[in-house]
């Protein structure tokens, strides 16, 4: 019982050190006026030579004694001999936080008490004696606690590289996100000129200050991914931005796709939502079966109005000579590699 109360103990110092929030280690800290678990842990005894702390050692010390005492009890005594050679770090321990860091760490000073429990339990059973096989119990005992230690410090250089990682990407977001950076990465790309002249296809606020203009192919499985994200941002937006659609095919054979949407957009006996809706499907599954759908919707590909429309895509993109599908610009600027289309929800008020 002692020794499972000292690895939920030496489980909330390990989560101190590790930064993790947790209200219970924090009740325990604030227990005394003069309090503070995480200045001590902080401190440079925290750790052996800067890269064992001992709330690693205490945690594998205890989970080694529970092992001992259920599995193999015969290495009592052996355990109960640890402990005495053990007891000289809690005087220093306490020594340590009252002279060199002048405040206690409550956490700290539990585990002291418990390592002096346990030693109270030896003396009370008569633990501390040495049993015949010294040497090949000492051997097998070490290796216990060793092999304990070994897996902990593993886990916790794999959980610290997690959260470095972690504490990385929160930075890289807060960079991403300051709007003179996200501006100086904006205008140091290539602008193209792209207005109403060259695609009516547009959703949200034909008068938005923003215009996202996305190249975009309606044979393509990216593409379709796009789609569904470009949508989503325009739910966030409202009335702040406006989508502007460029279709490119992969050549005239593969145009049906491009003029059947075209074409939907135009049509005047679709309302705005059941064309949004049509766009969705097609993405979905009308790329995947062109005729079955143009079957559906029954709608007419050779109107003038719609080969017209086509022909402005195609003509800008034949000038621009652009990379790939999907790409998108903002006002006429092509996205920066660094950010997706989500982190634009951050720059719809911006000036551009």
Not at 63 to 92: E, R
Not at 201 to 223: E, K, M, Q, S
Not at 262 to 288: A, H, L, P, Q
Request: charged content about 20%.
């Amino acid at each position: 019982m002692i020794n499972t109360l000292g690895i939920y103990i030496s489980w909330l110092l390990l989560q101190k050190q590790l930064n993790i929030p947790n209200d219970h280690a924090d009740r325990i800290c604030a227990i005394l006026k003069r309090g503070n678990c995480n200045r001590v842990l902080a401190s440079p005894a925290a750790k052996i030579m800067g890269v064992i702390g001992w709330s690693e050692i205490g945690l594998s010390y205890f989970i080694s004694n529970v092992f001992i005492a259920i599995l193999v009890p015969h290495l009592i005594p052996y355990l109960a001999l640890i402990n005495v050679m053990g007891l000289p770090y809690s005087i220093w321990s306490i020594w340590y936080q009252k002279y060199k860091v002048k405040q206690w760490c409550p956490l700290c000073l539990i585990v002291q008490f418990l390592l002096w429990m346990i030693f109270l339990v030896d003396i009370l059973f008569n633990n501390i004696a040495i049993a015949q096989n010294t040497l090949l119990n000492f051997v097998l005992t070490a290796c216990i606690y060793g092999v304990s230690l070994l897996v902990i410090n593993i886990l916790l250089v794999k959980l610290n590289d997690g959260k470095y990682t972690e504490y990385l990407e929160k930075e890289l977001y807060c960079l991403k996100i300051n709007l003179e950076v996200f501006k100086a990465l904006l205008y140091q790309q290539t602008h193209y000129a792209i207005s109403s002249s060259v695609s009516r296809i547009l959703w949200g606020n034909r008068d938005a200050r923003i215009i996202f203009t996305v190249v975009i192919n309606p044979d393509c499985y990216h593409c379709a991914k796009m789609h569904k994200r470009v949508i989503q941002l325009l739910a966030k937006a409202g009335d702040r931005i406006c989508i502007q659609y460029i279709f490119r095919s992969f050549g005239k054979v593969y145009d049906s796709g491009s003029l059947f949407l075209i074409s939907v957009y135009f049509s005047n006996v679709i309302s705005e939502s059941k064309k949004m809706e049509i766009y969705d499907n097609w993405f979905v599954e009308g790329r995947i079966n062109k005729d079955k759908f143009f079957k559906k919707y029954d709608l007419k590909t050779d109107q003038k109005i719609v080969r017209s429309e086509l022909e402005c895509h195609q003509r800008w993109d034949g000038m621009k000579g652009l990379d790939g599908t999907p790409t998108v610009f903002i006002n006429g600027y092509q996205l920066p590699d660094l950010y997706q289309i989500e982190d634009l929800i951050c720059f719809f008020d911006l000036e551009i």
